[in-house]
């Protein structure tokens, strides 16, 4: 399309890779025809005080500034605490050595069919779509619902032991200073 005008009209054919999801296109070349109708310029806002102002409560863009720093410093913490959080579980899960029911890990495993299905048709999609877009097996989908919802319940097991052998435990104080941290840190 570059170094095309308006209203000018280009024919070209792409070749789909063979492992493309659609199969009727999958290998094949499609001819495509285009006609510019518009040609638009980006053009990037000045980064001043009126800049500020015109997109959020700021009088000056140094307020800007220092919000969005403040912004992505928090981010740049909150991703360092859950990569932590994240290697704790990893090492915890690793260690733990015990057995779980098989019906609880069906019952989660259901749980979590149903909630992929939900998220999918939010998105427009289904299952069985998906799968196939993923190059998966139903038998593939389930044994990873089955992984997943095996770690799950050993997760939670593990959190409730560590829960009751720490002693922790929280009043409503703690529960509503939290719930106000979040209100702010989540709008």
């Known amino acids: 399309m570059i170094g095309l005008k308006k209203d000018e009209t280009k024919k070209f054919t792409i070749t789909f890779p063979k492992d493309y999801h659609a199969n009727d296109l999958a290998g094949k070349d499609v001819e495509f025809t285009i006609t510019i109708k518009k040609i638009s310029e980006v053009v990037l806002p000045k980064l001043d005080d009126g800049f500020a102002t015109h997109i959020g409560p ?7 500034e220092k919000n ?22 990893a090492e915890l899960m690793d260690k733990a050595k015990f057995e779980v ?16 299905a939900d998220q999918l048709k ?60 979040m209100r702010e840190h989540y709008k």
């Open 122 to 181: 939010n998105s427009g999609l289904t299952i069985e779509k998906y799968m196939q877009m993923q190059k998966k097996s139903k038998e593939d989908f389930e044994k990873e619902l089955h992984v997943e919802a095996e770690r799950r319940v050993k997760l939670g097991i593990l959190m409730r032991w560590l829960i009751e052998k720490e002693g922790i435990n929280t009043n409503e104080q703690e529960i509503d200073t939290e719930l106000e941290h």
């Open 68 to 89: 969005v720093r403040e912004s992505l410093e928090a981010r740049a913490v909150q991703d360092y605490q859950k990569e932590y959080e994240d290697k704790v579980v």
């Open 58 to 64: 700021f009088k000056t863009f140094k307020e800007l």
């Open 101 to 116: 029911s098989d019906e609880l890990v069906h019952d989660v495993a259901h749980n979590l069919e149903h909630e992929t």
